[in-house]
């Protein structure tokens, strides 16, 4: 309620009974502040691959302090993904290079907020992985042309492998880095080894 009294400035003279007026505070519509977008099993990481499925978390304001319910559209390359309306979104509608944000609209349950939409994540290269690494033939003779062979190349992007071999003779490295070796580098007795790092072009798995 509202109160007002007329008042002769000069001597403070009472104008006017006091009137009255009632006046309804209304309720204002939430407002999203800020949203962030994380890795769902990684919270800490900052860079997100085919591997992760994203969360997003929105920062929501009622000046009333009423409960607040909010829903997410997920975008992938400006294209809404109409079959998620959750805080997640699924590694499998993602791939290497596309552009994800978010978009939150906030509600009180009586008035709906503004959407606000999050910066966009691009999503990044996945190192490939290889499961086992053998030497061919397994009998070896100085005049034996060996092969170092990779076994079980896999990347999640369908990169295509681009290993990088490393050979090493009685544990020294060996100039080279093809997938042969002959017996200009090793004598009888002395230990052939190989290393294979599995690459996809972009990042150099374990």
Do not use: H, M
């Not at 309620?1 to 209304?26: K, M, R, Y």
């Not at 829903?71 to 290497?96: G, H, R």
């Not at 076994?151 to 290993?163: A, S």
Request: charged share 20%.
């Amino acid at each position: 309620t509202l109160e007002v009294t007329a008042i002769d400035a000069f001597d403070n003279t009472v104008l006017s009974e006091p009137s009255s007026a009632d006046v309804q505070i209304g309720n204002g519509a939430p407002v999203v502040t800020s949203i962030a977008i994380s890795a769902e099993s990684e919270p800490e990481k900052t860079a997100f691959t085919t591997t992760d499925d994203l969360k997003a978390d929105a920062v929501v304001v009622d000046a009333e302090g009423d409960a607040v319910s909010v829903v997410y559209t997920w975008l992938v390359n400006d294209i809404v993904q109409n079959s998620v309306s959750s805080t997640t979104l699924d590694a499998i509608n993602f791939q290497k290079g596309d552009s994800v944000t978010v978009e939150a609209i906030p509600s009180d349950f009586e008035l709906i907020g503004e959407p606000f939409q999050s910066e966009p994540v691009v999503i990044g290269n996945t190192a490939p992985s290889i499961q086992l690494v053998e030497i061919q033939p397994s009998i070896i003779q100085e005049s034996t042309e060996i092969r170092c062979e990779g076994l079980g190349y896999f990347d999640v992007d369908g990169d295509v492998e681009q290993n990088i071999i490393s050979w090493f003779v009685d544990g020294t490295v060996v100039e080279g880095g093809t997938s042969t070796l002959d017996g200009t580098s090793f004598d009888k007795g002395q230990t052939v080894s190989c290393c294979i790092e599995p690459f996809d072009g972009v990042d150099a798995g374990e």
